[in-house]
């Protein structure tokens, strides 16, 4: 018979009793040695340890795998949208894809070494014909949220009275325990979310699991020598605001991973083309293209570094997924509303995703006083201002060169003569370009800079130069309730609302008064 590593995942299911395990070469090995050894044959291959994890190469992995080659217990601290829940789910792909245990057991009890009366009761009934059952890597991970109502009877377990009536045996006796979230865990991983929000009291319930392996409910001490990989989340923030990781609690997690935003926009958009939800449908019918993208990666750029966002809170990853989700849908709605099979994402799409980042930043009190929306569009008028040099001059140097006139002039020049532009979402694509062609120079100033262009992306540049125009003054965008509209920066000056005409008319219901005390 082969050993039993050697032995594929339909050959180990046909063994149904202890006997048959046995003979097999099966050896009771701890999660943590069974991480450890997966992972070293991961790493011997080349064999990709955490797919689908992105920027953290360097950082993060490495250190990760460190852990699991020291078995240790690991706490991953770091701002919110840093993949930390998504690592410790990645996980369960470095334990055997089954796993052997007593059939009925609660606690996933070892058939070498089991752990529950009934397995141990079992076991000396009924010896090598003990039926053994076997659990799939996917149902060893137990997550939980820490939320402050989070109980130990939750965690650990509690005496079960009705059990205790029922099989008559007083609460010190292990079988009337009704058991939580980690005895059910042992030999598996098992991962609380948002420690610090756990209240203390709960936390130093926690002390002896991971150190001595026994708990105590009611009062009563109970040695279970779990067999448990603990994954704790954190957010640095939580430290001072909601609660905080008592010390000893802290000093018994082994290591401590800090977390990190991407270090560049071509990590970020890899990560957002990744995890934005796009249906097939909105494929076939929205085409995008990296300019977009690079808009929607450099908001949350703009954001991190904003005075008016709390630094300390972060910007998530989900900022810049759920923009470019409703970028497409912005274009998808366009598309249906105008019965058109196909069309081309536009700047004004981009900036009608302000909805997406209003929710994903917390705003400090001078932002809170500019409005989360007027917030919004500004950090994505920053993301406009920052990507329009890598496409089209810089304005602020066009003007002072000497002998040479800008390349903005004409479009200047006409904006000047006071002809107004408004650009509308839900335009058609027939619309949408008529309104670009009528503005002289604008493009003139595209094909020379990028000659070699589809129609499609010409005219999204032209609409991006309008935009980033703006950005830099040389003309002015106004918002509409349907798009926006541009014009000349002095008229928008001039068109002000003015009191003016109110004080006249102020003038004009005093005159009679002072005409009759006269």
Known sequence: MPS????????????????????????????????????????????????????????????????????????????????????????????????????????????????????????????????????????????????????????????????????????????????????????????????????????????????????????????????????????????????????????????????????????????????????????????????????????AVEARASEFVDAKSGVSARLTISAYEQVVAGAERRALINGEKQTYVRVGDFISAVPAVTGKVELVYEGEQEGAGIVAEKLMGKAIRTLFLQYFPDPDKAKKLKGRPSPYKTVQEWFGSGHTVDMLHDASTKDYRAVLDQVPGLRDIVTELHPNETPEHTYFLMEFLLHGLSEYSLISRNRLTAGAQFKDLLSSMFTMPSFGEDDDEDDEDEKPQRGRRR
């Open 4 to 299: 039993y590593s050697s032995l594929s995942a339909d050959q180990l299911q046909q063994l149904t009793t202890l006997g048959a395990l046995k003979k097999s070469g099966y050896q009771s090995r701890s999660v943590k040695q069974e991480l450890r050894d997966n992972l070293i044959a991961k790493l011997q291959s080349k064999e990709d340890v955490f797919p689908g994890i992105f920027g953290y190469e360097e950082t993060v992995i490495p250190e990760l795998q460190r852990a699991i080659l020291a078995g240790h217990h690991i706490n991953l601290l770091g701002l919110r949208g840093q993949a930390k829940t998504r690592i410790a789910r990645l996980l369960v792909g470095l334990l055997d894809e089954y796993m052997p245990v007593v059939a009925g057991s609660e606690l996933n009890d070892d058939p070498l070494q089991p752990l529950s009366v009934f397995a141990k009761n079992l076991i000396a009934e009924h010896g090598d014909d003990t039926p053994v059952a076997w659990v799939h890597r996917n149902d060893r991970y137990t997550e939980k949220l820490a939320t402050p109502d989070v109980s130990v009877a939750d965690l650990i377990g509690d005496a079960d009275p009705i059990k205790a009536a029922t099989l008559k045996l007083p609460y010190s006796d292990e079988r009337v325990i009704h058991f939580g979230l980690i005895p059910r865990a042992h030999r598996g991983i098992f991962v609380i979310n948002e420690l610090p929000d756990l209240q203390a009291r709960i936390q130093v319930s926690l002390f002896n699991i991971l150190q001595e392996g026994d708990i105590q409910i009611r009062g009563f001490k109970v040695r279970l020598p779990l067999d448990i990989q603990f994954v704790f989340t954190a957010n640095p923030e939580d430290y001072t605001n909601r609660g905080s990781i008592v010390t000893p609690l802290k000093d018994r997690i082994d290591a401590q991973i800090i977390t990190h935003y991407p270090k560049s926009i071509e990590i970020g958009k890899r990560i957002t083309k990744q995890e934005a939800r796009i249906k097939d449908v909105q494929k076939g019918m929205v085409t995008s293209n990296e300019v977009i993208h690079d808009l929607v990666e450099q908001v």
